[in-house]
Structures are given as C-alpha cells and as structure tokens.
C-alpha cells in the first residue's frame, strides 16, 4: 500500500514538474525556426495542433521579420493560395523573391511557375523563369515542403502546385502522368486551380487520355470559383470549339470576364478578336490597348503583337522604334516570332540601327526555335551576303527546312533557286513542283510563275489555259506583274478569247502600281487607240514613265514620240538620246531608227545639225554608226 502510495506521488511529481518546466520554457521567446515550425503546425493541424490558419500566418510573420527564409516562403505560398489571408499576388511575389535571395527552394520553384505564367499584376518574364527553374534542377529538396505539403497532409494548393512541378520539370523530372495525378487530386478536392490545370490536362491529352468536354466540364468548375486562367481558357473553347459547339461571341464574353480582372493571356486575346473582328466590331484601337494592357504585363506575344502594331500604324501611331522595342522585349524571353521581327528590324534599319550581323543573330535563334519564317530569312541572307558569306548551298538548305514546313515564300524561293540553278542543279520539273505548292497556298508570285511556267513550256507541258487560270488568280490579288501578263494574255488571245477592252484593263492595274513593262502597253493602245480610245499626251507621259524606269521598249517609243511629235512637240535631240540609251541596252530597233536619224539629218543640213557638236564624223555620243548593238 505504502509503495503503490510513493509511486502515485512520484507520478504526480513528474507531472508538476513537467508543466513547471513547459511554463518557464513557453515564457522564453521562440527563435525563427521553432516559429516557423509552429506555424506549420497550425497551417495543417498536424502533431495534435488545431488547424488555425490566420495563427499561423502570425508565428510566420514573426518568424519572417526574423529572417526567417522558409518562413518568408510559405507566407509567398499563403497568399497566393489564400491560406489565412485574402489572396494577393503582389504580396506573394514579394515575400517568394525575398527568400528566393536566400536559396528558399518553395519560392524559386513557385517563382519559376510565376515568371512563365504571371498571375493578375505579376510580371511574366521567361528568361528569368528559367533563371529559377535552373537553380533548382535536380534538387528535389527545394521542394520537400511542397511534396509533405501535398502528400502528408493532402493540402489541395500543395497537390495543384507539386502537379506544377512534375508538369514543367520544376526541381524534379518531367512526368506527365504524375502531374494529371496531383492535379486531379487537387481538383477532386475543389481547388479552383487544380480544376483549371485539369482541364488543361484533359483538352490537350497531357497525362490521360484528350477529351474536350471533360476538359470544358474542368474549366467551368473552375470559371464559377472566378479562377481568371479557366475564364479565358473557357473563351478560348467557345472560339475555337472545344468541348461546346464554336461561338465566337461567347468567346469575347469569357475574354472581356478574365481581362478585366487582370489576366494576361485573356487580355492578348481580348486584342486579336478587336484586331480581326472576331465576335466583335473591328476596331484597331481597341486591339492596341489590350496588347498594350497584356504586354505591360510581360506576356511575350502581346509584347509582338504591339510590336506589330506600332510598326504597322494600327491602332496607334506608326513608331518603328517603339516596334522594335517590344519586339526585343519579347525576343529576350524567348519568343520565337519576335525574335524574327527584331532580326528583320536590324536587316533593315527598321526602328533601329541597321547591324546585318545582330539580324543574323536574332534569324539564328528564332531558327534554333523552330521559327519557319526565320528559316527562310537566313536562307535569304545566305543567298544574299547579308551578315555572312554569299553561300547559296547553305541557301537553300534553309529555304527547303522552311518549304517542308509548308511556309509559301520559302516554297517559291526554292522553286526559284531550282529554276535558275541557285546552290542546286538546275532542275524545272523541281522548281514546278515547289510553285505550284506556293501556288495552291495563295502565293500570288508563285501562281505568277507557276502561270508563266504553263505559258513557255518549263518543267511542265506547255498550256495556254492553264498559264491564264494561274496568272488571273495572282493578278487579282493585285500582283502588278501577273496583271500586266493577264493583259498580254488578252491583248494576243493567249489561252482565252482576243479581248483589247480587257487588256487595257489589266494594263491599267498594273501601270497603277508602275509596273514599267504595263506602263509601256497601256501607252502603245493609247497611242494607236486600240480597245480605248486614242490619247497621245497619256501615251507620251506612260511613255516617259517607263523610260525613265529603264525599260527599254518604253525608251524606243518615247524617242518615237520625240521624233514624229506624238503626243509632244517634235524634239529630234530628245529622240536621239533615248534611241541612243535604247540601242545601248540592246534594241536593234533604236540602234536602226537612230542610225536613219542621224544620216537624214546630216544629209539634210550637215552645217545645222543639232545632232552634230563636234567634229566626230557620223557619231554621236560614243556611238559610232556601223556599232553593232548587243542581241536583245
């Protein structure tokens, strides 16, 4: 009895003891890391600790202002997610960068989430996103508090978050299937960003199998909790109908929703639907600003498109150097396209000092992206000189990566290199092929040569009809040269019915666009009143037009004009001289009329001529009569 006595007493003295001891430790003051231990202790509920959100968010501001780096990241987590405190992405971004400076590994992998994507005012920039998810390659600790997070206490922002890593590689191995799974458990739980990631997943067949429905059941969960990136991706379904028959009205409606809250991606699309008219009136202006509004938030295709904007005049003023900044802006992060634009900008002066090798540089690394317009550009420059050595093999090497990948230009560079033997053995049946692909794309030079292929007879059966069908098709895309071709086409009844009215027309097209060989055409019906009616002034002044531009028919006929007084008062010096330039380019007519000229006026008045100014017999100007002109 006694002994069973001392022994309860021993007991019970333990236990005052022991709370004694619990009193005079709890009125020490904690350091950071046992306030950071606490906190998550309440965050969770875990170790027989109450869940007590908005306390724990206390010991972790305490333990923050103590310096406290996992402290300072997980209070980065709370309010991006909203855990014990209103969310605020501006605040999340600021306690993540303060303890990423101090090797935090949640907060350099949340900042590598957070510069790829942004979120409503956070900044995207990808080249620093990468920066982040490079510090913590191939260190799975940096995200231990996510995996416990996650897995331990089943915390459906943790589960959406660890998805996020296993979906970009974020301090662990890729993995497709573990991410849909993190996902969906986060999703199952209601997290509104798990719903939208999944259906993300689903949409696009990333982990499971695709299905677009499931995937548009996802995105409206998650739309109906207001989450910004599900609003547009249900915009984004409704315009190009995924899941839910196409509408594009209703796809501005999700838009307009998500870019008025902020959302970077909703906002750049907001823009293209004003730009296009696309469920909306077009309205240039309105295009700009939601670039603007999109780009100012780092999302690098907005940044291209007001790049595009700017340099083009739409929707804003026309300021080349406000387009070749955005485009840089872009191309730093990585986007291909713009990076293409900046090269071209330094090709050629273009809002910027002109530097052929910084556009060599820019071509590359949009090449190195899989950009097929710079594939086409860098073959051009090859082909060229520009920024490197004239290499047309090289040349064509990048034509044909770009022709393969169906781009039109490239395909018609490339039928051209095969029709004159550039960098390849000349080969037509080869150059046919690549224009008449260019050609079914639309390509109105191509249909040009495909049309004028048809007509000589190169690398394919010659066809008249044919050449007509090609060269009426480029011609109404307002291609000067097929217009002027379509004309001959008419004026001769090549592969079509005579018809002079419809020559004159199609000459008239192109010499509105100074195509100098229709400016020529057009004035030899104007001066013989052939299908219009007969205006000698209008056909002296195309007349001069042409010349002037060194064609060389147009030179003949302008001396012509000079010489009979059609269309101007007789001048036989003005006639002399372009008779002259004429022969010298290789008309055998001019090198004729000007011989005729000069022996009729020297026969008639030798004494007077104005042909003759010096002593030299029978030449003028270096052109001795008896040269024998060059072959046309």
Known sequence: MRQASLTNILHRSKQVFSKLNHK??????????????????????????????PLAISYFLKAAQ?????????????????????????????????????????????????????????????????????????????????????????????????????????SVAKDEQAAFRWYKASADQGNARGQGILGYCYGEGFGVAKDEVEAMKWYRLAALQGET????????????????????????????????????????SLGYCYEDGIGVQQNFKEAAKWYKLSAEQGYPWAECNLGYCYQNGIGTAKDDSSGAYWYRKAALQGHARAQHNLGFCYQNGIGIEKNEKEAIKWYRRSAERGNIFAYHSLGYCYQNGIGVKVNERESVFWYYLSAEENH?????????????????????????????????QGNALAQNSLGFCYEEGLGITKDMTMAVHWYTKSAKQNNPWAQCNLGFCYANGIGLEQNN???????????????????????????????????LKTAFELFQKAAQADHVAAQYHFANCFEKGLGCEVDLTQATHWFERAALAGCRNS???????????????????????????????????GYSAPAA
């Not at 199609?506 to 205006?535: C, S």
């Open 24 to 53: 005079r430790h709890s009125q020490q003051p904690l350091d950071s890391t046992q306030l950071y231990k606490l906190g998550n202790r309440l965050l969770f509920g875990r170790h027989n600790e109450t869940q007590n959100q």
């Open 66 to 170: 103590l310096g406290n780096a996992r402290a300072q990241g997980v209070l980065g987590f709370c309010y991006e997610f909203g855990l014990g405190v209103e969310t605020d992405f501006v605040k999340s971004e600021a306690y993540y960068l303060k303890a990423a400076k101090l090797d935090d590994g949640l907060s350099m992998a949340r900042l590598a989430f957070l510069r790829k994507y942004g979120r409503p005012n956070v900044k995207i920039d990808r080249a620093e996103a990468e920066e982040w998810t490079e510090k913590v390659r191939h260190r799975p600790n940096a995200i231990q508090w996510i995996v416990e997070a996650a897995s331990l206490t089943g915390d459906p922002a943790a589960q959406y978050v660890l998805g996020v890593c296993y979906h970009d590689g974020i």
């Open 229 to 268: 990136v599900a609003i547009y991706n249900v915009g984004y379904c409704y315009e190009d109908g995924i899941g839910v028959d196409k509408n594009v009205d209703e796809a501005v409606k999700w838009y307009k929703l998500s870019a008025e809250q902020g959302n970077a991606f909703a906002q750049n």
């Open 408 to 440: 039109a230009p490239a395909q018609l560079s490339l039928g051209y290199c095969y029709r004159n033997g550039i960098g390849v053995p000349k080969n037509e049946g080869e150059a046919v092929k690549w224009f008449q692909r260019s050609a079914e």
């Open 501 to 535: 009215v419809k020559a004159v027309y199609w000459y008239r097209q192109a010499a509105a666009q100074n195509h100098a060989r229709a400016l020529d055409k057009l004035g030899t019906h104007l001066l013989n009143g052939v299908g219009v009616e007969r205006d």
């Open 591 to 625: 090198h004729e009329r000007l011989r005729r000229l000069i022996v009729r006026e020297c026969l008639l008045s030798p004494a007077n001529s104005p042909l003759l100014s010096n002593d030299d017999d029978f030449g003028y100007g270096g052109l001795t009569i």
